[in-house]
């Protein structure tokens, strides 16, 4: 394990949350261990890993054994951080959302109704980030601005981002070294919007799975970044698994 940032237990992670700002208005709490321990204690003693390994990852496609996500010394994943996801397994998870909880017809992952309010305003959030709201984990961002429809972003640690288009029925995914700064952090979300979303854009599948964007945007021009390898396993989605496991024991 790592250490018990966030909080050892139910009561310690209760205790330790420290919620900024003015109550009524928006404030983002980075570190919680809450939704771990309220899995342990709904699911009959079952981590969020071994919760998950059973009921989400064998239906969304993910080997369970091909993940990885920190720990805290009481053995407990971490809710706020550290499940490490290559781009195929984060476009699983952006899959999934967008056929609004169907893993497959007749597969249902997660409630209808959760994903709907997944993706609904929740709180707005333009003093985070402007023009923005905020659903369950997702940001919402209007598309008109950019002569584009409306889509919903999750985005991780370091600015690895899932964004899903319904009226395009196209998911994205986005990897990034950690290190940026806050400006280009704050951007990436809309980075991937006009590189995947964009009207200009198309994309033509071919026999061996590769894909071809037909403008420059849309094409990786960060020559040797390894952001472009496929099999690297970046810190990503831990809090957006952890609401949809808890969402399971409030149908």
């Known amino acids: ?22 109550r009524g208005e928006f404030s983002y709490v980075l570190v919680s261990q809450i939704l771990g321990y309220v899995v342990l204690e ?11 390994n059973e009921r989400i990852f064998p239906l969304i496609g993910i080997d369970p054994g091909k993940i990885e996500w920190d720990e805290n010394e009481e053995g407990m994943q971490h809710s706020f951080t550290g499940l490490r996801l290559n781009p195929d397994q984060m476009a699983r998870f952006g899959q999934l959302f967008l056929q609004r909880g169907l893993a497959s017809l007749g597969s249902r992952v997660v409630s209808e109704e959760y994903v709907e309010k997944s993706l609904s305003t929740q709180v707005g959030a333009s003093s985070f980030f402007p023009g923005m709201s905020y659903g369950y984990l997702f940001w919402k961002i209007d598309g008109a601005m950019m002569g584009m429809g409306s889509m919903d972003c999750a985005q991780g640690f370091g600015g690895q981002t899932i964004c899903i288009n319904d009226e395009l029925d196209r998911v994205a995914v986005l990897q990034m070294d950690v290190g940026l700064s806050e400006e280009e952090y704050g951007m990436t979300m809309f980075r991937l ?8 854009t198309t994309f033509e599948g071919y026999g061996d799975g590769e894909e071809n964007a037909s403008d420059d945007e849309a094409e990786d021009s960060a020559e040797g970044d390894d952001t472009s390898d496929s099999s690297i396993m970046r810190r990503t989605f831990g809090p957006l698994l952890l609401a949809v496991i808890v969402s399971l024991f409030f149908d």
């Open 1 to 22: 394990g790592v250490h018990n940032y966030g909080g050892a237990d139910l009561v310690d992670s209760l205790d330790y949350l420290d919620v900024g700002g003015t």
């Open 42 to 52: 709904r699911s009959g003693g079952r981590t969020p890993r071994e919760f998950a």
């Open 193 to 200: 919007a006009l590189s995947a979303f964009s009207p200009a």
